[in-house]
């Protein structure tokens, strides 16, 4: 069974950990760069993107990674972890300093940070996503076709580039409390070749076939 990592510096490792051994993966908690020697996929989780991308420069785990995703490693990044997988921010925080934020990169998108925030912190919602319907595993909605989703201060995705697959979208247009004048479709979920990023958290809600579809990907089955 592939060996996945968690990149376990901040956010909420263990559900995905959880996911990913119900999937049929082993996982290891990753903190230090020797600690992805090995490893065949990696999760990075929800959490802080701040906190994660100083976190990951001070334990020295940035570079080793930056190099890893840019040598193929597939890696899943779900909500900060999306952020953390973006190749640009719209909106980055700034430190103290006045240095914006940075991220490891690899997925040729431009993200919105705590996108949904002024219509609403924080949702849940069944959205379709096609994708899934031919991954085993548990559904968290009662059409398969759907997956529910949870987003808590949940960035989006306006901009993809020509190899991004997007695999799910909210619609904005119609939302209670909706002020985005552009009324459009937000992507929400997005595959690049061996990258996948979702703006909300399956770990939390049972849906399963995520993971499972990581993992297919970490097997070359996807
Ligand atoms: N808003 C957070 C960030 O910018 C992400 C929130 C989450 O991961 N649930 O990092």
Same mark, same amino acid.
Request: glycine share 12%; no cysteine; hydrophobic share 40%.
């Given at each position: 069974s592939p060996l996945v990592g968690v990149l376990a510096l901040q956010g909420d490792v263990a559900e995905h950990q959880v996911a990913l051994q119900a999937g049929g993966a082993a996982t290891r908690r990753?903190? $230090?760069?020797?600690?992805?020697? #090995?490893?065949?996929?990696?999760?990075?989780?929800?959490?802080e993107s701040t906190a994660i991308d100083k976190l990951s420069r001070a334990f020295g785990v940035a570079e080793p990674l930056r190099a890893l995703i840019h040598q193929g490693l597939p890696v899943y990044g779900s909500c900060a972890g999306m952020i953390l997988l973006a190749d640009e921010i719209a909106d980055p925080a700034c430190n103290a300093a006045g240095e914006?934020?940075?991220?490891? #990169? #690899?997925?040729?998108?431009?993200?919105? $940070?705590n996108a949904f925030g002024r219509q609403v912190d924080s949702f849940e919602e069944e959205i379709p996503m096609p994708a899934l319907l031919s991954v085993p595993g548990e559904a968290s909605a009662a059409d398969p076709?759907?997956? $529910?989703?949870?987003?808590?201060?949940?960035?989006? @995705?306006?901009?993809?580039?020509?190899?991004?697959? @997007?695999?799910?979208?909210?619609?904005?247009?119609?939302?209670?409390?909706?002020?985005?004048?552009?009324?459009v479709d937000r992507i929400v979920a997005v595959r690049s070749g061996n990258l996948l990023a979702t703006s909300f958290h399956p770990e939390v809600t049972g849906e399963r076939r995520i993971h499972r579809l990581f993992i297919q990907m970490i097997k070359g089955d996807a």
């Open positions: 990753i903190r $230090r760069p020797e600690d992805l020697k #090995g490893v065949d996929g990696l999760v990075i989780p929800g959490g914006p934020q940075q991220t490891f #990169g #690899g997925l040729d998108v431009t993200v919105r $940070r076709a759907n997956v $529910r989703a949870v987003f808590i201060r949940a960035p989006w @995705i306006e901009r993809v580039g020509s190899d991004v697959e @997007i695999l799910a979208s909210v619609p904005l247009p119609g939302r209670a409390g909706n002020d985005d004048a552009a009324q």
